[in-house]
């Protein structure tokens, strides 16, 4: 499998470095993450000896009183439920208006109370972040603002704690949303056991283990064993993680505006020009909502659904009036008619050169 890491690391913006472990055999080692707010729970583990990415598993934090929570959209999407699988690789999608911007509300409810002062929304790869948002919690028999319209400023979302099980959570975006989890961090909850990585060290060998990505990322590693229910684990030390400075957010047409913050994601638009405000770029509109955008569009202030150009100038026939397409099909006629009125101008020329002069009369 050829692939860059680079490419890949450059996703996290932490580390761990794992020096190497006193071991004579191939042993399954545990890395405990502590004092880490984890937005996902993805990483990467790096055999810096021998440059290959080794599988590993996840020991999730348990918590002994967590509510389940149940969601509903509205607009409403079949596969809500991606929205709270604590799977990074599925998402929820809501469509795109034309020409206005995107709202939906997302609803979560549980049996039990939920207490929290915090909302983690992850995105899929390639997303700009929502433009606001605006969250609201049953208390009593009213549903009350606890955090009124605000600017999405980042995944994590803060709002003064409050105790409710039901919160509605409404987005406004102006790019396509997807979403791929949202966590509603419960507070009142009790934590059994801590978050570690597994994996399986070989001797003499050293590990870098990434951790806290902005984006999904999928690691290429090869077969693993049993990381679950490995016997003899060692458990290393904990360490703080380091910022990694090869970090590159995430800007996927590369026009130095991130992902997360582009008014037109996947079109280069570094000017982010957006003349009727409607929160997404000029070049990602569809001002004559033909369906096309209008860097694709041949004629973006005109309909023309099927992009018709009958004479291949890149001008759509909607656009490009008759006479014009004719002249460009046949480029050779308007010479002809400058070669033509040139030519009358040579005869009318010489016939008035060669003209009879009459005599000048002297006066007597």
């Not at 794992?18 to 071991?23: F, N, R």
């Not at 021998?50 to 967590?66: C, D, G, R, V």
């Not at 801590?194 to 003499?204: E, G, H, I, K, S």
């Not at 002249?327 to 008035?352: D, N």
């Amino acid at each position: 499998m050829i692939y860059n890491t680079s490419d890949i690391t450059s996703a996290f913006r932490n580390y761990v470095d794992i020096s190497s472990v006193s071991i004579s055999v191939p042993t399954v080692v545990e890395v405990p993450i502590t004092n880490e707010f984890l937005e996902r729970y993805d990483f990467a583990v790096l055999d810096t000896t021998s440059n290959i990415f080794e599988p590993y598993f996840f020991k999730k934090i348990t918590l002994a009183n967590e509510a389940k929570i149940s969601v509903e959209t509205s607009p409403q999407i079949s596969n809500a439920y991606v929205l709270t699988d604590n799977n990074n690789s599925t998402y929820g999608e809501f469509i795109l208006p034309n020409n206005s911007e995107g709202h939906v509300e997302i609803s979560l409810t549980s049996q039990e109370p939920i207490t929290s002062s915090m909302l983690v929304t992850l995105l899929d790869a390639n997303v700009a972040f929502p433009t606001s948002v605006e969250i609201r919690a049953l208390l009593g028999e009213s549903n009350r603002i606890v955090l009124a319209k605000s600017r999405v400023d980042g995944s994590t979302i803060r709002f003064p704690k409050t105790t409710s099980r039901s919160w509605t959570i409404s987005f406004t975006y102006a790019q396509p949303l997807r979403i791929s989890e949202l966590h509603l961090i419960q507070e009142n909850t009790s934590r059994i056991n801590t978050q570690a990585v597994r994996f399986l060290a070989q001797p003499n060998h050293s590990y870098r283990i990434y951790l806290n990505p902005d984006r999904y990322v999928q690691t290429p590693v090869g077969e693993a064993g049993n990381l679950a229910q490995a016997k003899d684990v060692i458990t290393l030390k904990a360490t703080s993680s380091i910022l990694n400075n090869k970090y590159v957010i995430s800007d996927q047409d590369g026009d130095g505006i991130a992902d997360v913050r582009d008014n037109c994601v996947s079109v280069a638009n570094p000017l982010q020009v957006d003349v009727n405000t409607n929160g997404r770029g000029d070049d990602c509109d569809d001002f004559d909502e033909d369906n096309v955008i209008n860097t694709k569009d041949n004629c973006p202030d005109n309909p023309n659904y099927d992009q018709k150009d009958t004479d291949n100038d890149g001008i759509g026939d909607v656009c490009d009036v008759q006479e014009s397409r004719f002249t460009e099909q046949y480029p050779w006629i308007p010479w002809v008619g400058i070669g033509f009125a040139a030519l009358v101008l040579v005869v009318l020329f010489a016939l008035t050169a060669r003209a009879p002069h009459e005599p000048t009369q002297t006066p007597l």
